[in-house]
């Protein structure tokens, strides 16, 4: 019986009403490994996890940075994540954000920007957090720090990627409704009815077929003495 549950619940996840939202925490991933195409339906570029999603803000243990510029993606080289569809809202989690700021950028399919949010924090940011939100037809997003002023001695992570389809008509959302759609899905990358070991989607996610690379928290994050 206790299968049948479980099954039930990814049932809904995977056929959630369009206009329910589906919170990413990250925390059933490994740090140091790229998040890439882990989740069903959406794909994200550039992000890799780390282990501070014990900071505040965040939720423990796994938060997410850029994979090549660590703690201090710039404007010019966003994180990203690409919707397969569209969808009508987008929330994000920035963690330690300081002086240098952090901004959430939606676009539509044709490429433009449609809606934007920022926030920029005091000095070095340390347990400052904020949920930034962006509304509209969104096919992808994109966050950074705002800026860069204050270089490798400041640094951000983000968290608990959420996002809402956009609602369907109306008449077309009662079929196996019967969760509230106020109640978030969580997806997590080793949810047992998935029947997929985490190592072998970490491995699907650094590249099919390719012996599991030497991806540490380390060689993924850039030694930092504080965020
Ligand atoms: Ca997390
Ligand atoms: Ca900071």
Redesign the pocket.
């Known amino acids: 019986m206790k299968k049948i549950a479980i099954a039930s619940v990814m049932i809904w996840a995977l056929s959630a009403a369009p206009s329910q939202a589906v919170t990413i925490?990250?925390?059933g991933l490994a740090a140091g490994v790229a998040v890439g195409a882990t989740f069903p339906g959406v794909t994200f570029v550039e992000p890799v996890t780390n282990a501070f999603?014990t900071l505040p803000g965040?939720?423990?243990p796994?938060?997410i940075n850029h994979s090549t510029s660590g703690f201090n993606a710039v404007a010019g080289d966003p994180l990203e994540a690409v919707f397969a569809g569209t969808v009508g809202s987008v929330s994000l989690t920035g963690i330690d954000i300081s002086g240098d700021g952090f901004q959430l950028l939606a676009f539509n399919a044709g490429g433009v920007m449609m809606d934007s949010a920022s926030f920029t924090g005091i000095g070095a940011g340390v347990g400052t957090f904020i949920t930034l939100t962006v509304t509209g037809a969104i096919k992808h997003v994109e966050w950074s720090q705002i800026t860069d002023g204050l270089g490798t001695s400041d640094g951000s992570i983000y968290?608990?990627f959420t996002y809402t389809a956009v609602p369907a008509p109306a008449g077309l959302t009662g079929a196996g409704a019967k969760k509230p759609a106020s109640q978030p899905v969580f997806l997590h990358a080793t949810n047992p009815s998935a029947n997929v070991p985490q190592r072998t989607m970490s491995r699907i996610s650094a590249g099919v077929g390719a012996p599991a690379p030497n991806m540490t928290t380390a060689s993924s994050n850039p030694a930092r003495s504080k965020l």
Do not use: P, R
Request: glycine letters at 18%; hydrophobic letters at 25%; proline letters at 0%.
């Open positions: 925490d990250f925390d999603g965040g939720t423990t796994i938060a968290d608990n």
